[in-house]
């Protein structure tokens, strides 16, 4: 089956410090994936859908010069956090959308994210 | 704006027992809706999906039918195994935008041997 992945499963930063996240669909081409953020006990939202090729599409309230995104392949997306802070401590989760199943995303196991 | 809401849990039962996990939507227009599961360790999988009213998604023992007249999209299980064990999603997707999902909060369900 598709299979996504994430790297790192969890990391630990000091504040004012920014991490990169990967998320790769690892048997398939993915032209569009998603960022997800899920605070405790609480549904993921949607941050962005971000494009092979293309600037991100971010959604209403999501700061793009605080989570920026590149996705440079069509196996390989990433998420950087810039300068966090405390409150950007939360779990992240990628999905990719197959190409040839436009109708479905295949989710990663997420990334857990403590800023001290 | 379209949302999801699902029953809080966690959610504990015995082996073999029935399930029902409600869900509830809002949404204008036809949304597709969707139940995602999440087992430990694991990213999220899709279990089963509805694109229209009346249809009735099923994989792995699990049902769930589309109800436009009650907005549902109720989760069910006729016998529970330990291995059911997981996060369970209730999510839609909009029908003016097929790549969003919207989900629900999250139910835990765990199955007492």
């Known amino acids: 089956g598709a299979v996504v992945s994430q790297h790192p499963s969890w990391v630990i930063c000091k504040s004012g410090t920014s991490v990169k996240i990967e998320c790769r669909s690892l048997?398939?081409?993915?032209?569009?994936m998603f960022w997800y953020r899920q605070f405790p006990k609480q549904s993921l939202m949607l941050m962005a859908t971000?494009?092979?090729?293309?600037?991100?599409?971010?959604e209403q309230g999501v700061e793009k010069d605080k989570f920026l995104i590149n996705h440079a392949s069509l196996t390989l997306s990433t998420l950087t956090v810039t300068s966090a802070h405390p409150e950007d401590s939360s779990f992240y989760i990628c999905?990719?959308?197959?190409?040839?199943?436009?109708?479905?995303?295949?989710f990663g196991p997420g990334t857990r994210l403590t800023v001290l | 704006g379209d949302s999801v809401t699902q029953m809080e849990g966690p959610v504990t039962l015995s082996e073999e027992a029935f399930l029902t996990i409600n869900c509830t939507y809002t949404?204008?227009?036809?949304?597709?809706l969707f139940w995602y599961v999440q087992y430990p360790g694991e990213g999220l999988q899709l279990l089963l999906k509805?694109?229209?009213?009346?249809d009735k998604g099923s994989n792995k023992g699990f049902e769930a039918t589309y109800r436009k007249e009650t907005t549902s999209f109720h989760l069910e299980k006729g016998s529970v195994q330990v291995s059911d064990s997981a996060v369970y999603f209730c999510?839609?997707?909009?029908?003016?935008?097929?790549?969003?999902?919207?989900f629900g909060s999250g139910t835990r369900l765990s199955i007492r041997p």
């Open positions: 999905s990719a959308r197959a190409d040839r199943e436009a109708d479905t995303q295949y």
């Open positions: 048997d398939f081409q993915a032209t569009t």
């Open positions: 971000s494009n092979e090729g293309s600037k991100a599409t971010y």
């Open positions: 949404a204008t227009g036809y949304p597709s």
């Open positions: 509805a694109t229209k009213a009346d």
């Open positions: 999510a839609l997707s909009p029908y003016s935008s097929a790549s969003k999902i919207i």
